[in-house]
């Protein structure tokens, strides 16, 4: 199904949350044994909850969140206050090979002999989320490889860039539906709950 992405204002939010979701289960035998069934699909899911605003503040923040509460419209997000660590200004990774999937991605492209990311920093491949569970250092020929969890979901296509300042994810309402509450002074309060989109 088409995705229209909703563009949504610079208005703050007052605190927000971001989980990964796992679909990883155990099967109990009639031995007694268990058995850990991992699920390929793993999905982010963020919350902002924003504070009372008057009617002129939230005017456009309310109209793109009725949108969004329409299947097939999204929103893309990073995670929340998140930066790069490394510092890293170079050129952007560029995926080397094609059919990679798994936890780890090789590139090329970068700076050689250099940080390129950190252990708990976020990568964006493929239009997925990646979060990284080990240091990234390039080689003397600008190689590297990302570790992270989850899993990717789909191959990257060789040589396309790898975003690592500004990674997101695309996501939609995790209900079809948006609800505003009003107080009697006519300020505003919301909450959007969002599940990261997937298509197989």
Not at 160 to 176: K, Q, S, Y
Request: hydrophobic share 40%.
């Amino acid at each position: 199904m088409a995705q229209t992405i909703i563009v949504l204002p610079s208005i703050p939010w007052d605190a927000s949350s971001m989980e990964l979701l796992r679909g990883d289960g155990g099967i109990s035998l009639i031995g007694g044994a268990e058995v850990i069934v991992v699920n390929q699909v793993a999905l982010w899911s963020q919350e902002y909850s924003f504070a009372p605003r008057n009617a002129a503040d939230f005017r456009i923040l309310g109209s793109r969140l009725t949108q969004l509460a329409k299947f097939g419209n999204v929103f893309e997000a990073s995670p929340p206050t998140y930066t790069l660590s490394s510092g890293y200004a170079g050129a952007d990774p560029l995926v080397k090979g094609v059919g990679q999937l798994g936890n780890s991605l090789a590139c090329d492209g970068v700076s050689n002999t250099t940080l390129i990311a950190q252990e708990g920093d976020y990568i964006q491949a493929a239009l997925q989320l990646l979060h990284l569970t080990a240091d990234a250092s390039s080689d003397g020929a600008g190689n590297v490889t990302f570790n992270f969890e989850p899993s990717l979901r789909k191959a990257p296509t060789d040589d396309t860039a790898v975003e690592i300042n500004a990674p997101v994810a695309r996501f939609r309402f995790l209900n079809p539906r948006h609800r505003v509450s009003f107080d009697l002074s006519g300020f505003r309060t919301t909450q959007l709950i969002a599940v990261e989109t997937y298509e197989p």
